[in-house]
């Protein structure tokens, strides 16, 4: 069943029709990958089940960071020093930079991420139950971070070793960058520790408020949540929720300690049997309540979330319609521009104009995923959430070759991001992102992936622009190849004592 | 130093402070996500300057005040900041052209200052290229804009005109307008915008006399420091 017709857009699932008749190699190359520990690439052929549960799961995890901005957000304007306020909007910033990581991620799956932001204010996707938990002091700034963040990061580390390539890579960049959020909700923290008694009494009071709220991150016990198991066996997930729960509690007593704070667990001692500690777990009917929309603010975040998102409608319809204007104007020898924006280096043809400005193309492609559990490791089930049932429909290979690789964001079309690190070596393939145009695309490249000084030099290329080798070819193109070993110097053996060769 | 070198390091401090400070407003709240985090990025670096002007300023001074304490510890009329940086935000639009006219500003005064000596030109130096990526970034979305679709023009013909008159306060004893003008009025032409009557010209925050806006914006940035006098955070 090897596809015929044109190449295929980079990253983009391109499965073909004949999904449906049996490929007897596919299930057997990826259980044989699953087996061997090795990773799942975009194009590989992959179980259905095994695709929507990590659409479900990168998705939330997505929603989760755009979200997660929201707590903390609302304190940048108010943090009592101008250090601490730059931090701030740098963590905020790099929330909104993982979101994206994680949406361009899900993209690869044949998902769009306006389809995912759809089922998200719809109420259709979750995200992490902390979220809906009010930031009420500038101490649970703090004690959100430590506690949070900390437990993402117990999350998320386990989650680098997870079995879908792209969702691993973007891993890794998010916990590189999220190790900050982390250390500096500690040093908030013990900056009030070391404080006025006012200031330690906040501190005191907000770990009180975050200790369970952060607990729950976990995730129901392994024995009650469903998708957890499915997770651990396709090994999205590496870990289960108990075992990472236990490993998050045994970190958090030292640091406790060092801040002087109590945390808020009578039962909470060491086990010197088990060789960890003892304590209560958190209440999981009040988990299942917040997820399921009753948590004290899930109402107003919500709500802010449609509301910027319809505020902003405008704008982006702008952006496209100046980008239309745009490649419209254009003469033939500019479409170069419109189609990557490189330095030094020509860019393909095609005519620049998004191939789709109809998002109705995209499809209601996030209706699959089932609205439960969050991305890592939440409240992970079908039952204890409220789950639509259109989301349910059959999911055919045909929807999944729709043509995402234009549109998502409002009409604005996916690019492909290269960056060379430093000079004297190659771009490399950094990510996607969403842009309206060629210099848009440059300048969010710039912000989202260098903004740790990680380049010198970045191309943006329209993702339709792309053309890549399909995974069925892949014998036909690389076999050979491996079948000459005389083009390799080592085939040749060299007498003893002759040198320089 | 003189004392027209604490004012003048001051002035500059407030202005990147003010202007962080609303631009920090939009986190979690711009178009597009992809634009939250350049809107951060602006305020990061706007901050950054601010931190260093005041910092400076503060050794000039020579009273032992640091950047914290000035920018928490003084009223409204002891900012001197211009009128324009604190404005509220209003829409895309208004903000936008909130940064074209202040970033091409403070792009034309850094490169001037940079060409001089002493840590104002270090500063003016640093500040010279982010002050450039602000003012392209702004003048792309003006562009947009202006010729994007019929309402993106509406707005944002509206929002030239409503921060226009207080640009002249930018250039109060300076003679930096024309080299300001240069600048701004071909963006306005390529986004198909009317360049705006000069007219009425708002002033005073250079002495210290704010609009009625910019209380409620010190009341929220100040509130919690000033609760706990004395600590450290």
């Known amino acids: ?501 | 130093m003189t004392s027209t070198g604490f004012e003048q390091a001051l002035a500059l401090g407030d202005d990147a402070l003010i202007a962080a400070q609303r631009m920090a407003e939009w986190c979690a709240r711009a178009p597009e996500i992809e634009e939250d985090v350049a809107l951060a990025n602006i305020a990061l670096d706007l901050l950054g300057q601010a931190r260093a002007l005041l910092s400076y300023a503060g050794e000039l001074e020579g009273l032992g005040r640091g950047e914290d304490e000035l920018a928490y510890l003084r009223d409204e009329h002891e900012f001197r900041n211009v009128q324009l940086v604190e404005l509220p935000n209003g829409d895309f639009a208004v903000t936008m052209a909130k940064l074209l006219f202040f970033a091409v500003h403070q792009q034309v005064l850094y490169a001037e200052l940079a060409g001089g000596d002493g840590p104002l030109a270090a500063i003016a130096a640093k500040a010279v290229k982010e002050t450039a990526y602000h003012a392209s970034h702004a003048t792309l979305w003006t562009v947009r804009l202006g010729d994007g679709t019929a309402e993106s023009h509406r707005r944002m013909q509206q929002a030239i005109e409503h921060v226009w008159p207080y640009t002249h306060e930018l250039f109060e004893g300076s003679d930096r307008r024309g080299a300001w003008l240069a600048r701004v009025e071909p963006v306005l032409a390529d986004a198909t915008l009317t360049r705006p009557q000069d007219g009425w010209a708002p002033t005073g925050g250079r002495r210290g006399v704010h609009t009625e806006a910019f209380g409620p914006l010190l009341a929220e940035m100040q509130y919690v420091h000033r609760a706990h006098p004395g600590a450290r955070w």
Request: proline share 6%; glycine share 8%.
């Open chain 1, 1 to 501: 069943m090897r596809r015929r017709g044109p190449p295929s857009r980079l990253g983009r699932e391109e499965v073909t029709v004949e999904l449906s008749i049996t490929d007897e190699a596919g299930p057997a190359a990826f259980e044989a990958l699953i087996a061997a520990d090795a990773k799942i690439e975009p194009r590989d052929w992959m179980p259905e089940p095994y695709r929507r549960n990590l659409i479900r799961q990168i998705a939330q995890h997505a929603h989760s960071e755009i979200m997660g901005m929201q707590p903390e957000a609302h304190w940048i304007t108010r943090a009592p020093s101008l250090q601490r306020k730059a931090v701030l909007i740098a963590k905020v910033q790099d929330e909104a930079g993982h979101g994206l990581y994680l949406y361009a991620t899900a993209e690869t799956l044949g998902v769009s991420r306006e389809s995912l932001l759809d089922a998200l204010h719809a109420g259709r996707q979750k995200y992490l139950s902390f979220i809906n938990y009010p930031v009420l002091t500038w101490a649970d700034v703090g004690a959100l971070a430590w506690l949070t963040d900390g437990a993402a990061v117990v999350n998320q580390v386990s989650l680098c070793r997870t079995s879908y390539a792209p969702y691993a890579r973007a891993l890794v960049r998010i916990c590189r960058e999220e190790s900050f959020h982390h250390r500096q909700g500690f040093d908030l923290l013990y900056a009030l520790s070391r404080g006025t008694p006012a200031q330690r009494r906040m501190l005191q009071a907000a770990v009180d408020r975050w200790w369970y709220p952060a607990l729950a991150m976990f995730g129901p016990p392994d024995h009650l949540s469903v998708h957890s198991e499915r997770s651990l066996a396709w090994r999205i997930k590496r870990a289960g929720n108990d075992e990472l729960r236990q490993r998050f509690v045994d970190m958090c007593v030292p640091q406790a300690e060092a801040l002087g704070v109590t945390l808020p667990d009578p039962a909470l001692r060491w086990n010197p049997e088990r060789g960890c500690h003892d304590f209560t777990p958190p209440d999981y009917d009040e988990l299942k309540r917040v997820v399921a929309g009753d948590g004290p603010c899930n109402r107003e975040r919500l709500a802010h979330r449609r509301r910027v998102h319809e505020e902003g409608a405008w704008v982006r319809e702008a952006a496209a319609a100046h980008a239309a204007k745009q490649a419209a104007r254009r003469t033939p020898q500019a479409d170069a521009r419109a189609n990557g924006a490189f330095t030094g280096h020509p860019a393909g043809s095609s005519d620049g104009h998004p191939a789709n400005t109809a998002p109705g193309n995209v499809g209601k492609r996030a209706d699959q995923t089932d609205g439960g559990g969050a991305a890592t490791g939440e409240w992970a089930d079908d039952r204890g959430v409220t789950v639509t049932s259109e989301g349910h429909a059959a999911e055919t290979a045909v929807e999944r070759t729709s043509e995402n690789g234009g549109e998502g964001a409002g009409g604005w079309p996916l690019w492909e991001v290269f960056v060379r690190a430093r000079r004297g070596v190659n771009h490399v393939h950094a990510g996607s992102l969403h842009a309206a145009d060629a210099e848009m695309a440059l300048r969010n490249a710039r912000d989202l992936y260098t903004r740790r000084g990680e380049g010198v030099s970045v191309w943006v290329v329209r993702s339709d622009g792309v053309a890549a080798s399909s995974p069925d070819e892949k014998d036909v193109l690389f076999d050979p190849g491996n079948d000459k070993p005389y083009r390799h110097p080592s085939f040749f053996e060299v007498p003893e004592g002759v040198g320089n060769l």
